[in-house]
């Protein structure tokens, strides 16, 4: 049983199309954090949220932790080609990470 | 500053074979993880390290064992390599809630 479940767990868009993804559990959570995978590369930390009901916003990006802090949803607006790639939700439990399984998302030019 | 590094970054071993897997960080880190990542899996933690000479068992630690006896160093082994072992390999290292990611280790075990 996976602690995080991500969805969609592929999408494809086109160009300058508005897209969001979600991570939920069915546990609650101190902090929830988004990191980006690129093709050949490790996770990079993208945003990490803490209170619920918070929104984070990084350029086009927009991060909300849900208000019982179960789930969180990442959506980007007028996706760009440079948006590809794996993006993994993730929360520390104790001196733990634990990851979802991902959602690929490719940009069409 | 490098990060961190890890190496190989490719290894193809036969079944019963064993390696070491280097990881390396210079930012001074107490946190540092071992993951593999398999196709719909996600990442899964399979040891991780407090501090120097601690070690830890995480989500799948069966098969790998680790050691850290320098306090910038990780290193992962297989004593004994199976095909189900056949992953992409993760290291990181963290300050506080953020993990820093090595460029990973492609491993085939044939």
């Known amino acids: 049983t996976q602690l995080l479940e991500q969805s969609p767990q592929f999408l494809s868009i086109q160009e300058g199309e508005n897209l969001t993804v979600y991570c939920n559990s069915s546990?609650?959570?101190?902090?929830l954090q988004w990191y980006r995978q690129e093709p050949g590369e490790g996770p990079v930390l993208l945003v990490t949220?803490?209170?619920?009901?918070e929104v984070k916003k990084l350029k086009r990006l927009t991060f909300q932790f849900g208000d019982a802090r179960k789930d969180s949803s990442l959506h980007i607006t007028a996706a760009q080609p440079g948006d590809t790639g794996l993006y993994l939700c993730a929360v520390p439990t104790g001196n733990q990470f634990y990851f979802g399984t991902g959602t690929s998302l490719t940009v069409i030019p | 500053n490098a990060g961190v590094t890890q190496t190989p970054k490719f290894r193809v071993l036969k079944t019963g074979q064993s390696m070491t897997l280097l990881c390396a960080q210079d930012m001074n880190h107490e946190y540092m993880y071992w993951y593999r990542q398999d196709p719909g899996m996600g990442l899964r933690l399979i040891h991780y390290?407090?501090?120097?000479?601690?070690?830890a068992k995480g989500e799948v630690p069966d098969g790998y064992n680790v050691s850290r006896l320098k306090k910038q160093n990780f290193l992962l082994g297989l004593e004994s390599a199976a095909p189900s072992q056949t992953s992409v390999y993760f290291c990181?290292?963290?300050?506080?809630?953020?993990?820093?990611f090595g460029p990973g280790t492609r491993l085939t075990v044939t």
């Open positions: 390290s407090v501090g120097e000479g601690t070690t």
């Open positions: 949220v803490v209170t619920g009901g």
């Open positions: 990181a290292s963290s300050s506080f809630l953020e993990q820093y």
């Open positions: 546990s609650v959570f101190s902090s």
